[in-house]
Nanobody
Framework: QVQLVESGGGLVQPGGSLRLSCAAS????????MGWFRQVSGKERELVAY???????IYVDSVKGRFTISRDNAKNTVYLQMNSLKPEDTAIYYC??????????WGQGTQVTVSS
């Protein structure tokens, strides 16, 4: 069973920054891409970014230029640096293998709230 523990969320003003961390089971880091996802109340979870096993990052258009995904395989950890935050970034953020269909076990997520 893969375990995922997200942390680093909080309340920030528009334009602020947060750095999210995801501690994961070592078994998912060898061959899998890792993704960050977010879910707004009442809506489906959506992909934000993912990073391949070859360290190539991919972002959805809404966060390009503002967010940076990275991974440290030695620490079994994936990160999401979030800059220039906007109110529409408010959501619960989750990490998982990408594509997430390969792992049905989600963590608790971490709440990000962007508000003035």
């Amino acid at each position: 069973q893969v375990q995922l523990v997200e942390s680093g969320g909080g309340l920030v003003q528009p334009g602020g920054s947060l750095r999210l961390s995801c501690a994961a089971s070592g078994s998912i880091f060898s061959r899998n891409s890792m993704g960050w996802f977010r879910q707004v109340s009442g809506k489906e979870r959506e992909l934000v970014a993912y990073i391949t096993s070859g360290y190539t990052p991919i972002y959805v258009d809404s966060v390009k230029g503002r967010f940076t995904i990275s991974r440290d395989n030695a620490k079994n950890t994936v990160y999401l640096q979030m800059n220039s935050l906007k109110p529409e970034d408010t959501a619960i953020y989750y990490c998982n293998i990408y594509p997430s269909t390969r792992n049905p076990s989600w963590g608790q997520g971490t709440q990000v709230t962007v508000s003035s």
